[in-house]
């Protein structure tokens, strides 16, 4: 039981400080730093908090106060490393429409957030660096099989 709640706290610290961080960045590109000058503060802006693993129902209602303390002033979900693998494969919208669709349209406050379910029905296209890491790998040389085609730029 102990160790359960050592990684419930784990997580919930490196929850906080994503939330953290993706605030304090919304700041600076707000207040133009120097370190963002070049991002424009007129566009709308949404926080993304990349796990390695899928926490399917951290954006619920009953655990985003966990990691938030209620309110943030920029739009947050947490997504999975594998999520955001499949956004930048969508090829029927931009990955930031799909994302300001996502986070600053009608939101259903008991459904919580879901790039996962935001992500279906959408079309894909090949994962171009997947694709060049996979036929760059010394197996390639071990099979007679052709290698995976090359994804086709858009």
Do not use: C, Y
């Amino acid at each position: 039981m102990g160790d359960t709640i050592g990684a419930a706290e784990e997580l919930r610290r490196m929850l906080v400080k994503g939330v953290r961080q993706l605030e304090r960045d919304n700041d600076l590109i707000a207040n133009h730093h120097e370190a963002f000058k070049h991002i424009p503060r007129g566009r709308p802006r949404v926080g993304l908090l990349i796990t390695l693993e899928e926490f399917h129902v951290v954006n619920g209602p009953f655990h985003r106060h966990l990691f938030t303390d209620g309110e943030t002033k920029l739009p947050i979900t947490v997504a999975s490393a594998s999520e955001l693998e499949h956004l930048v494969t969508v090829n029927d919208t931009t990955p930031g429409a799909l994302l300001v669709e996502l986070l600053q349209g009608p939101i259903d406050p008991s459904a919580g957030l879901s790039l996962k379910s935001a992500l279906t029905g959408h079309k894909h296209r090949r994962n171009a660096v997947i694709d060049a890491g996979w036929n760059a790998g010394p197996w390639q040389q071990l099979t007679h099989k052709q290698a995976v085609p090359q994804a086709q730029p858009q």
